[in-house]
């Protein structure tokens, strides 16, 4: 699989709820940013957002840029690390997905 070249993302922005832990800007950063090894195009930049969506559950949205094309993935979770986690996941199969 090619792949643009870049091996992270430039530009990850990550908004939080208040009501999320400060650590979890750090975490999606983190698992956001090397996502750019997968994407057919340059992946210029990330928009990640973690809100409350319940008293059990955060939700995780992220909409990624590849050369002017939206790649977005949602996901809820009990805790941040697993929502960030899937949105990870969900992107990664997005992104391989558009090299075919």
Do not use: C, W
């Not at 940013?33 to 994407?39: E, G, K, Q, T, V």
């Amino acid at each position: 699989m090619k792949h643009a070249g870049a091996t992270e993302i430039g530009n990850v922005v990550v908004e939080l709820d208040d009501r999320i832990a400060v650590a979890a800007k750090q975490y999606a950063h983190d698992k956001i940013a090397p996502l750019a090894r997968y994407a057919p195009e340059p992946a210029e930049f990330a928009h990640v957002r973690l809100i409350q969506a319940g008293p059990r559950a955060i939700a995780a949205h992220v909409n990624l840029d590849v050369n002017g094309t939206q790649v977005v993935a949602k996901a809820e979770a009990p805790t941040f690390t697993e929502a960030v986690d899937a949105v990870h996941d969900q992107l990664r199969s997005l992104l391989v997905k558009m090299h075919n």
